[in-house]
């Protein structure tokens, strides 16, 4: 009877049982085969040899000196499945005519107790100069953290130019204002920040406006927020 690794379940051959090696081993290299960093010329190469690949089926290919990972529909990033949490807005989320932070849809992440996180949200935003945007986060209680923007625009800057904010937030539930540059007018920017949890929850972004006005502010579908696990 063949042996059976407890952790992985590769099967392998007994020693006494020498009639059956040969296809003990060849139903070991078919074990271990779906597990290997498999190497092809080129796409086309792979897609003519790897029919039936299975999720987290790791390849590289040699044209373009890049690895990739099958989600169980494409091969994408690696990138994409070493990360803690990957979240994108799938539709625009708008606040009008209020102050009140709201909980941006989706992006939220867990965490436990002393782990250590760290995260960017790379925004689409559009607000007019006289309500701004604000963004927040809130977390579990006795967390440290900081977090703050990187190449978001001051409020009152008026255009898609103009002086930027680089202060920062660790208080929960406590925003930051940013400046629009009008109706129709697309900014981009960064939130970065980090948290050693003090307990297990969830850490959430929020948003809101800046100013009440009677007016859309709007963050826009395709934002992001990358997660990854530090310590």
């Known amino acids: 009877m063949p042996n059976v690794d407890p952790d992985q379940g590769l099967v392998y051959p007994a020693d006494p049982d020498l009639a059956d090696n040969p296809s003990g081993f060849a139903t070991f290299i078919g074990g271990m085969v779906g597990r290997l960093v498999r190497r092809y010329t080129n ?71 002393s782990g250590t996180y760290q995260w960017r949200c790379d925004l689409f935003y559009e607000a007019t100069t006289t309500e701004d945007i604000q963004f927040a986060f809130t977390w579990p209680g006795g967390s440290t953290v900081r977090w703050g923007g990187a190449g978001m625009l001051d409020v009152g800057a008026g255009s898609g130019v103009g002086s930027l904010k680089a202060n920062t937030q660790n208080t929960s539930g406590t925003g930051i204002s940013y400046g629009g540059a009008g109706a129709g007018t697309v900014l981009s920017g960064s939130l970065i920040g980090e948290i050693v949890a003090g307990g297990n929850g969830t850490v959430q972004m929020q948003m809101a406006q800046a100013a009440a006005a009677v007016s859309n502010t709007i963050l826009r579908m395709r934002s992001r927020m990358h997660v990854w696990r530090a310590a």
């Open 43 to 113: 796409a086309a190469d792979r897609t003519a040899r790897d029919l039936a690949p299975v999720e987290n089926q790791v390849t590289a290919l040699a044209d373009v000196d890049r690895v990739d990972i099958w989600d169980g529909a494409n091969y994408i990033s690696l990138h994409s499945r070493a990360l803690y949490a990957q979240l994108r807005l799938a539709a625009d989320q708008t606040v009008s005519n209020s102050i009140a932070l709201v909980n941006v849809t989706g992006f939220s992440f867990p965490v436990v107790t």
